[in-house]
């Protein structure tokens, strides 16, 4: 398992490349709480916005899950664990005042980018700072 990447995947590049193009800026990797054991992909500290691109078979993509042929019971834990810390995390920063964004790895990057760019929009017309890190 440790050629699986846990950050700077493909999909969080595609997402990453636009946003940067559309002028955002964000921290990557980052604990959103500095308290709380979680980093966030992508991250806009100024906003308040959490942003989670998971990967399918890891966080058990309702489209495109698939379980493995072999040791079926160590990965249904597995995943069903990932699901739980998942929702947990999101509970956890909603509950401090971040926005949580989650998206499957499958998800197309344009759209993904724009939906976080509005996000980022709402805050800024909410009275947030113009300029998001």
């Known amino acids: 398992m440790q050629g699986?990447?846990?950050?700077?995947?493909?999909p969080e590049l595609a997402v990453r490349c636009l946003l940067h193009a559309?002028?955002?800026r964000y921290r990557v990797n980052f604990r959103p709480l500095p308290t709380f054991r979680r980093t966030a992909d992508v991250v806009?500290?100024?906003a308040r916005v959490a942003v989670f691109i998971d990967g399918c078979f890891w966080?058990?993509?309702?489209?495109?899950?698939r379980a493995p042929g072999s040791n079926v019971t160590y990965?249904?834990?597995k995943v069903s664990r990932n699901r739980n810390r998942d929702i947990?995390?999101?509970?956890?920063l909603e509950a401090a005042g971040w926005t949580v964004l989650r998206f499957w790895a499958h998800e197309d990057p344009a759209t993904v980018a724009h939906e976080i760019a509005e996000a980022i929009r709402l805050h800024r017309t909410a009275g947030g700072s113009a300029i998001c890190y």
Not at 4 to 10: G, L, P
Not at 59 to 65: A, I, Q, V, W
């Open 4 to 10: 699986n990447r846990s950050r700077d995947t493909k």
């Open 44 to 46: 806009f500290t100024r």
């Open 22 to 24: 559309k002028g955002l």
């Open 88 to 92: 947990e995390t999101t509970e956890h």
């Open 59 to 65: 966080h058990g993509c309702p489209t495109h899950y």
């Open 75 to 77: 990965w249904s834990a």
